[in-house]
């Protein structure tokens, strides 16, 4: 088999590994040798799985140092124990919601690109979004793997786009969900106050996480719906993953309804991904989140200069862009100048 075969049949069995982590996941194996190393036998029991397709199981995690084993005992490498929920910086989350949503949406993908659609539809009969309004399970599924990305999140160089003299000013998350990303913001500048937004269905659930994070007397809830007129005004706005949401359209009228509730002192702080224009090997996880992000809600990963039109058409400039990690980076926008 010569090289170019091996790399193409690689590619072509890139599915395999995917969904080997997610069953991993799922059935709790990463949990299970979080706290240490366990028997091969006393893992399988506990799972209630036999012992000898766990072990079939366990041989390619090993081979993909997920795992390690010495004699009968397995336990978690380094790098496996980021796949465990109660692991700092766990990705747990992020390969459930990989597993249960994005994967049977990938075999719909010829499908869709056939039928002008995207693959979410073919599934489903309403969005995303409304679906999730509607259901408690996928809802709180979404929910988890954002609030797991949203820690993950390092904001600590975000007080360059804040003043000293500006330290008690009001915060605005917009769809700020439950208010992970608020927080961050709130507890680096203990004089500040914020305010979520966000529909009826997250009201429960970001209430319940701002009384966890001793925030209550700094923080509430508004419903609204940012396709409509922002009901609240502040400082500093924050869109935060929204914008890649939705198509150039929609993104565009949630950015004209937050410029119209600014003022020229004003902050609109943009938390994405801003895929690079060079295409190469390097950036083909850019590409393939945009490709994600479309097929499950009909939104697009932007670059600089997608993003700058889109502000220029809601009436907004980007004053400045900040990398942050996990290849995502902070945009400060602010109203146009008027000649």
Known sequence: MDLQELR????????????????????GLFNTLYH???KLAEAAQELKIETDLLFRLVRPLISLKLISIERDRIGLTELGNRLAGEAEKSLEKMVLFCGREYMELWSKLHKALKQGTIPYLLREKSEFFETHANSAQKF???NDMMQENSFRLDLHNCSNHIKESDKEISFVDIGGGSGEILAKFLHRYPTAKGTIIDMAHVKKMAVN?????GLSSRCGF???????EIPVTGEIYILSRILHDWDDERAGRILKNVSQVMNQNSKL???ERVVPETINSQNLSYF?????????????ERTLKEFSSLMIQAGLRIVSKEDLNDNTSLLEVQLKRHK
């Open 8 to 27: 193409l049949i690689g590619m072509l069995q890139g599915y395999s590994s995917s969904y080997l982590l997610y069953t991993t996941c799922e059935i």
């Open 36 to 38: 240490g190393p366990r």
């Open 140 to 142: 709180n599924e979404f």
């Open 209 to 213: 996480n701002i009384e966890r994070l």
């Open 222 to 228: 508004i419903e609204g719906d940012f396709f409509d």
């Open 269 to 271: 702080l943009v938390i």
């Open 288 to 300: 393939m989140n945009d490709l994600h992000i479309w097929m499950i809600c009909g939104g697009k």
